[in-house]
Antibody, heavy 119, light 108 residues
Framework: QVQLQESGPGLVKPSETLSLSCTVSGYSISTGYYWGWIRQSPGKGLEWIGNIYHSGTTYYNPSLKSRVTMSVDTSKNRFSMRMTSVAAADTAVYYC????????????WGQGALVTVSS | SYVLTQPPSVSVAPGQTARITCGGN??????VHWYHQKPGQAPVLAVY???DRPSGTPERFSGSNSGNTATLTISRVEAGDEADYYC???????????FGGGTKLTVL
């Protein structure tokens, strides 16, 4: 069974860089699929951050594109996201998820990682 | 950018039918996916490609999509269906994934 698990610091200072990883088990990232990041601010809806294909091709939400970088590490079967210059508005639960293709749904999700931006 | 519009809330009595809409420009030309999310949990795929159900989704859940509106219909609503529901599409013109704002389903 496919499982995804987010990891990273739960607290980040304003203006610093947020880094999260998503380790995948039960499926080899190098085989295929798109791997995405979605976030949810407290009490708010879902916001797509971006997708990365197993080959490394990336697709970003235009509102976050200038601050986000995604990467894939097939040797560790995980993918990662970096968001620079964070602010309080970036406080959210960050989810990683899998999608068969860009038009496909996210069929497997991680449990989510709460990241708080605060000094 | 492409926008999906959902009603903030829908209320329904147990046993009745709930309809949650997702509006978007010519959304009928896109594949719509629906997720439900309960407090403190990750979203779960409920319906995909407009009307297909993953294993685990009850047959009470159905979807339709035409024109400018997609609809998730939940028949014979149960207390356990109370959750937030989100629609999602891929905007091919921009290669972006878009989520609706979400609808809170309350079972009275």
């Amino acid at each position: 069974q496919v499982q995804l698990q987010e990891s990273g610091p739960g607290l980040v200072k304003p203006s610093e860089t947020l880094s999260l990883s998503c380790t995948v088990s039960g499926y080899s990232i190098s085989t295929g699929y798109y791997w995405g990041w979605i976030r949810q601010s407290p009490g708010k809806g879902l916001e797509w951050i971006g997708n990365i294909y197993h080959s490394g091709t990336t697709y970003y939400n235009p509102s976050l594109k200038s601050r986000v970088t995604m990467s894939v590490d097939t040797s560790k079967n995980r993918f990662s996201m970096r968001m620079t210059s964070v602010a309080a508005a970036d406080t959210a639960v960050y989810y990683c998820a899998r999608s068969g293709e860009m038009a496909a749904p996210f069929d497997y999700w991680g449990q989510g990682a709460l990241v708080t931006v605060s000094s | 950018s492409y926008v999906l519009t959902q009603p903030p809330s829908v209320s329904v009595a147990p046993g009745q039918t709930a309809r949650i809409t997702c509006g978007g420009n010519n959304i009928g030309g896109k594949s719509v996916h629906w997720y439900h999310q309960k407090p403190g949990q990750a979203p779960v795929l409920a319906v995909y490609n407009d009307y297909d159900r993953p294993s685990g989704t009850p047959e009470r859940f159905s979807g339709s999509n035409s024109g400018n509106t997609a609809t998730l219909t939940i028949s014979r609503v149960e207390a356990g269906d109370e959750a937030d529901y989100y629609c999602q599409v891929w905007d091919s013109s921009s290669d972006h994934v878009v989520f609706g704002g979400g609808t809170k389903l309350t079972v009275l």
